[in-house]
Structures are given as structure tokens and as C-alpha cells.
């Protein structure tokens, strides 16, 4: 988030888009360091960020970074000392290949249309549920339980075991001011703990789901090691979690702020799926693309990038790139040339998109179509923002709207 990295850009966690203006149109990548000592490239522009997270030459190993930068990087949620750190966020090719391939079969178009029906009838559901009051908190009542319920279905949580994951999930990847950091360890262990014993229920009673695949295949030929086998459903359970609570809260925010757009949709209710594209794009629940780390001196934007050195790709900014996408800070539901990095883009192209767009757009179709008189029941600049380097959104959204009996 920039008002950590940036001393000159304080105030920008709910609106980070005017600062990143600024640093897209200086041009080269800039130089940047958190508060906790890591440092890196923030790369800005559209073409630099999508030529980036492409290129072989930039690792995701954290093991290709500097010395000093291992050091500052250590007590992180995913670092390697927690023992969950080797998953599809910190492996290159060929063992991010073998990794992804392992659970890609239970992501296939086919499979995950099929949960179609059901993840709708769930929001239409829970939308339901509020409709007999005058107002609600849309994370806490929409987001998180729709997609709680969705990816545990996916991945095999028991139903009884979905409270803890969830305060477990969310301490670990939230940090920052405002924020009991104390707490995110204890989150930290707890989750290991649990995804231990899941596992190991598992592979007594397999089913049909993703975590009893992986589980299967440390055993299998393709010889999934125990750690990478915890640290592959550690990142899928957190990451398909968090990620799409936040594509839903974001999503709302933006048509609440932009009711001319809300109303689009409830006139057009088949733009739903342009809909979701945009919203992606506008206000993307990825801000910056995990780490990489440069294997050979490179050029990037201009900017000539050291062996070893950290690059930051800023999904949020190349997203409203004006030189790819024309009036970029306004959202447009219709907008037909659409191709926003907010799932990344190369061999990391997030694993989980389809998901999170269906239930992305059962979401929103549901408030945009159920939910009259929406509005936010807050000033916007009361809102408070999740104060993570990667996972952007609002903590809570509340709203009123009419009441139906």
C-alpha cells in the first residue's frame, strides 16, 4: 500500500489511484521501501506490468532475493519459516508447473460451472435473509459467508470448522496501523495446525474435493512433498478466501459510488458478466501482484533492474492505465475491450478466476437486482480499509435500502 511505502503519499489507503497517477506518468518504475524494510520496483504502466508478469526472467522464489531483503521479509504470513511457504505464489517453473497441475484439475471451466447454480442460490439466499430489515453490512453478511461457503465446498472444509477459518484466514493476512499484528502469529500457527489435521483427516476418508487430491498425491507419482502439500492448501484456502470477499466488497463500494452505473445494471441485467470485468478492472481486490526477484540484470519501463533486486507490479495502476483503457478512472459496465491484470497475467494467471467471478457476479447481481434504495449508510471517508500489501477492500460495508416484508 503506498502511504507505507511513499512518505510523500500519506492518506491514500482508500483511494490509492490519484498517487498512483502521479508515479504512472513520471514514467520509469520507482524505487520503493515498506516500513518493515523489504524494498523493491513499483512498476506503474500498463504494458510494463503485463511484459513483467510474464517474464521468465523474474522469479517468484523469494530465495533469488537479496540477503538483506530475506531478512527484513522474515515473520511474514507465507514466508518459508512459517513452514507453508512453497505454493503457486513462491515457485517458478518446472516445480510450479508440476504444483499447479495437481489441483488445476478441480478448477476446470466444466467442473466450476457446475457450482454455478448453487453459489446463486446461495446469494439470492442470503439477500433474502435481509430483506426484511432496512439495512445491513455487506461484508459480513453477503461477501464472507457466500464465499466461505464456496471455496470450503471446493476445497473440503467441514461446515463445523468454518467459523475459526474464517478469524484465522483474516488475521493472517490483514496488517498494518489499526491492527493488532500480535495477533496474526497465533493466526498463523492455529491455520498450520488445522490444515495439518485436515490433511490427515483426509487421507483417512478421501472425498471428492481439492484438498483430498492433494493430500493423495504425496503418496502419488507425482510425489508432492508433506510440506508443499500444506502449503498448497494453506494458499488456497487464504487466498480463495480473501481475494473474492473483497472483488464482491470492492465491486458494491463502486457502484454504490457510482449509482448512475447500479442503475445500468438493474435496467441491463445482462451486462452482469461486462459488469463484473469492469469492476475488476476499476478497483482490483489485488492491488500488487506478489513479489518478484530479477535472475539477471533487466530492463523494465525504462528503469535497468539488478540481478536479485524485488519488483512490486501494481495491478491497481496498470489497470487504469489511460494508454490501454480510455477514461479509465470512471467505470463503464459496457466497456467491451477489457483486458484488466487483476488475475495477473502469464503462467501466475490466478488459478482461481472463474471462481471468484461466479460468485463475483451471483453477488452483485443479487444486490443490484433484489436490493431498492441501496446507499451507503457511512460517509465514504469513514470507511475503513484493509491495510494489506496485497489484498485490497473495504472491512466493512454498511448500507441501507427499502425494506421489503
Request: net charge negative.
Given at each position: 500500500?503506498?502511504e507505507?511505502m511513499?512518505?510523500?503519499?500519506d492518506?491514500?489507503l482508500?483511494?490509492p489511484y490519484?498517487?498512483?497517477?502521479r508515479?504512472?506518468?513520471?514514467?520509469?518504475?520507482?524505487?520503493?521501501?515498506?516500513?518493515?524494510?523489504?524494498?523493491?520496483?513499483?512498476?506503474t504502466?500498463?504494458?510494463?506490468?503485463?511484459a513483467?508478469l510474464?517474464?521468465?526472467?523474474l522469479s517468484?522464489?523469494?530465495?533469488?532475493?537479496p540477503?538483506?531483503?530475506?531478512?527484513?521479509?522474515?515473520?511474514?504470513?507465507?514466508e518459508?519459516?512459517?513452514?507453508?511457504?512453497?505454493?503457486?505464489?513462491?515457485?517458478?517453473?518446472?516445480?510450479?508447473?508440476?504444483?499447479?497441475?495437481?489441483?488445476?484439475?478441480?478448477?476446470?471451466p466444466?467442473r466450476?460451472?457446475?457450482l454455478?447454480?448453487?453459489?446463486?442460490e446461495?446469494?439470492?439466499?442470503l439477500?433474502?435473509?435481509?430483506?426484511?430489515?432496512?439495512?445491513?453490512?455487506?461484508?459480513?453478511?453477503?461477501?464472507?459467508?457466500?464465499q466461505?461457503?464456496?471455496?470450503?465446498d471446493?476445497?473440503?472444509?467441514?461446515?463445523?470448522?468454518?467459523?475459526d477459518?474464517?478469524r484465522?484466514?483474516?488475521?493472517?493476512?490483514?496488517?498494518?496501523?489499526?491492527?493488532?499484528d500480535?495477533?496474526?502469529?497465533?493466526?498463523?500457527r492455529r491455520?498450520?495446525?488445522?490444515?495439518?489435521e485436515?490433511?490427515?483427516?483426509?487421507?483417512r476418508?478421501?472425498?471428492?474435493?481439492?484438498i483430498?487430491a492433494?493430500?493423495?498425491?504425496?503418496?502419488?507419482?507425482?510425489?508432492?512433498?508433506?510440506?508443499e502439500m500444506?502449503?498448497?492448501i494453506?494458499?488456497l484456502?487464504?487466498?480463495?478466501?480473501e481475494t473474492?470477499?473483497?472483488?464482491?466488497g470492492?465491486g458494491?463500494?463502486t457502484l454504490?459510488?457510482h449509482?448512475?452505473?447500479?442503475?445500468?445494471?438493474r435496467?441491463?441485467?445482462?451486462?452482469i458478466d461486462?459488469?463484473?470485468?469492469e469492476?475488476?478492472?476499476?478497483?482490483s481486490?489485488v492491488?500488487l501482484?506478489?513479489?518478484?526477484?530479477a535472475?539477471?540484470?533487466?530492463?523494465?519501463g525504462?528503469?535497468m533492474?539488478?540481478?536479485?533486486?524485488?519488483?512490486l507490479?501494481a495491478?491497481?495502476?496498470?489497470?487504469?492505465?489511460p494508454?490501454?483503457?480510455?477514461?479509465?478512472d470512471?467505470?463503464d459496465?459496457a466497456?467491451?475491450?477489457?483486458?484488466?491484470?487483476?488475475f495477473?497475467?502469464?503462467?501466475?494467471?490466478c488459478?482461481?478466476a472463474?471462481?471468484?467471478?461466479?460468485?463475483?457476479?451471483?453477488a452483485?447481481a443479487?444486490?443490484?437486482?433484489?436490493?431498492?434504495g441501496?446507499?451507503?449508510?457511512?460517509?465514504?471517508?469513514t470507511l475503513?480499509?484493509?491495510?494489506?500489501?496485497?489484498?485490497?477492500?473495504?472491512?466493512?460495508?454498511?448500507?441501507t435500502?427499502?425494506?421489503v416484508t
Amino acid at each position: 500500500m503506498l502511504e507505507e511505502m511513499l512518505p510523500g503519499y500519506d492518506g491514500v489507503l482508500a483511494d490509492p489511484y490519484p498517487a498512483y497517477a502521479r508515479l504512472r506518468e513520471s514514467g520509469v518504475p520507482h524505487r520503493v521501501t515498506l516500513r518493515s524494510g523489504l524494498y523493491g520496483w513499483l512498476v506503474t504502466r500498463y504494458d510494463d506490468a503485463r511484459a513483467a508478469l510474464a517474464d521468465p526472467r523474474l522469479s517468484k522464489d523469494p530465495r533469488n532475493a537479496p540477503p538483506d531483503w530475506q531478512e527484513a521479509g522474515r515473520g511474514r504470513p507465507l514466508e518459508d519459516r512459517s513452514g507453508l511457504g512453497t505454493h503457486l505464489l513462491t515457485t517458478d517453473p518446472p516445480e510450479h508447473t508440476r504444483l499447479r497441475r495437481l489441483v488445476a484439475r478441480y478448477f476446470t471451466p466444466g467442473r466450476l460451472a457446475a457450482l454455478r447454480p448453487r453459489i446463486e442460490e446461495r446469494a439470492g439466499a442470503l439477500i433474502d435473509g435481509l430483506r426484511a430489515r432496512d439495512g445491513a453490512e455487506l461484508i459480513g453478511d453477503l461477501a464472507s459467508p457466500l464465499q466461505l461457503a464456496t471455496i470450503c465446498d471446493v476445497l473440503g472444509v467441514p461446515v463445523g470448522d468454518r467459523t475459526d477459518f474464517q478469524r484465522w484466514t483474516t488475521a493472517v493476512v490483514t496488517s498494518g496501523e489499526g491492527r493488532d499484528d500480535e495477533a496474526r502469529p497465533e493466526a498463523l500457527r492455529r491455520l498450520g495446525a488445522y490444515v495439518g489435521e485436515l490433511a490427515a483427516a483426509k487421507r483417512r476418508e478421501p472425498g471428492d474435493d481439492v484438498i483430498s487430491a492433494i493430500t493423495a498425491a504425496v503418496d502419488e507419482e507425482e510425489r508432492l512433498s508433506e510440506s508443499e502439500m500444506l502449503s498448497m492448501i494453506f494458499l488456497l484456502l487464504v487466498a480463495g478466501y480473501e481475494t473474492t470477499v473483497s472483488l464482491v466488497g470492492l465491486g458494491t463500494y463502486t457502484l454504490l459510488r457510482h449509482p448512475d452505473q447500479l442503475r445500468r445494471l438493474r435496467e441491463r441485467p445482462e451486462l452482469i458478466d461486462r459488469a463484473v470485468e469492469e469492476l475488476l478492472r476499476h478497483d482490483s481486490p489485488v492491488e500488487l501482484a506478489t513479489w518478484r526477484f530479477a535472475l539477471e540484470p533487466l530492463e523494465i519501463g525504462g528503469a535497468m533492474v539488478l540481478a536479485g533486486q524485488p519488483i512490486l507490479v501494481a495491478l491497481g495502476a496498470a489497470n487504469r492505465d489511460p494508454r490501454r483503457f480510455p477514461g479509465p478512472d470512471r467505470p463503464d459496465l459496457a466497456r467491451e475491450d477489457n483486458p484488466h491484470l487483476s488475475f495477473g497475467h502469464g503462467p501466475h494467471y490466478c488459478l482461481g478466476a472463474m471462481l471468484a467471478r461466479i460468485v463475483g457476479r451471483a453477488a452483485l447481481a443479487a444486490v443490484a437486482g433484489r436490493l431498492t434504495g441501496l446507499a451507503l449508510a457511512v460517509p465514504p471517508e469513514t470507511l475503513s480499509w484493509r491495510a494489506s500489501l496485497t489484498v485490497r477492500g473495504p472491512q466493512r460495508l454498511p448500507v441501507t435500502f427499502d425494506a421489503v416484508t
